[in-house]
């Protein structure tokens, strides 16, 4: 039976989603179950195109991601593939109507790490909405069940959300982004001159996509909202433990949140929310 099949395929997508990222697979779990699959097979599907550009250094990155990039397309057309990961994905993409548009600008920006290593404003904005704002309405179209009426309402917070985490991420690893890969994604930032004023810069555009993506989480259906509340304090609270360090301090170690601290975040989102008072 396919099912056996199908199940195993959305077992590798929940266990490459645990291996690489604790705060989304809390995130994650704190959706309604059934929303867990879908979004455990678009993490899976995000990660590996990720992983091809940022990791596989000893290999022919561009044929691998090629061969990737046919296979998912093939997946979706054929609703099969022999790949697990990109198997559960194009269940996802089919069941919920996601957008060819927002596959083919997602891979467009992976790409992008295979040949350019700084940005200017424009192809900085560019691979934000192609790595980040597009990953965000994927998800959104499940949360939003296809109804197509509620996700148009959501899409621009959506984005929004899906920016101030990846340019969080961007800001945390930038010694090793720098160090590990050669890339500074920052436009007009140099990693040895990196200032007070950049980074203040920087937070100060962070702050307003996470502003204006907090309106849309309070709209989100009720079995979404939470996760996304969850996974919004987790990187919030990152954001503002970076907010607090010298620029000195982020060119020399990552900046982390503890388990305890994530624990700790988890019971207070529950509470808040559950009171409606987040």
Partial sequence: MKQI??????????????AYSTSFSLGIHCLDKKMHAPIYAIYGFVRFADEIVD?????????????????????IDRKISMNPILNSFQQVVNQYNIEPELITTFLSSMETD?????????????????????????????FTNNDDALYHKLVPAARKLGAAFQKVNFLRDLKNDYEYLGRIYFPGVAFQSFSEADKKQIETDIAHDFDE?????????????????????????????????????????????SNRRKIGLLVTSYFRHSLSIF
């Fill in 5 to 18: 099949f199908d199940d195993v395929s959305a077992a590798c997508s929940k266990l490459a989603t645990r």
């Fill in 213 to 257: 993506a907090f309106i849309g989480i309070r709209q989100l259906p009720k079995d979404a909202r939470f996760g996304v509340y969850v996974a919004y304090k987790y990187y919030r609270s990152l954001f503002n433990k970076i907010r607090a360090v010298p620029p000195a301090h982020i060119l020399m170690q990552r900046v982390r949140i």
């Fill in 55 to 75: 990791t596989f250094h000893d290999y022919d990155k561009l044929t691998l991601f090629n061969e990737f990039k046919a296979e998912t397309w093939a997946s």
């Fill in 114 to 142: 295979l040949m350019r290593s700084t940005h200017s404003g424009d192809t900085y904005d560019q691979y934000i909405v192609g790595s980040a704002e597009v990953v965000g309405l994927m998800c959104l179209r499940v």
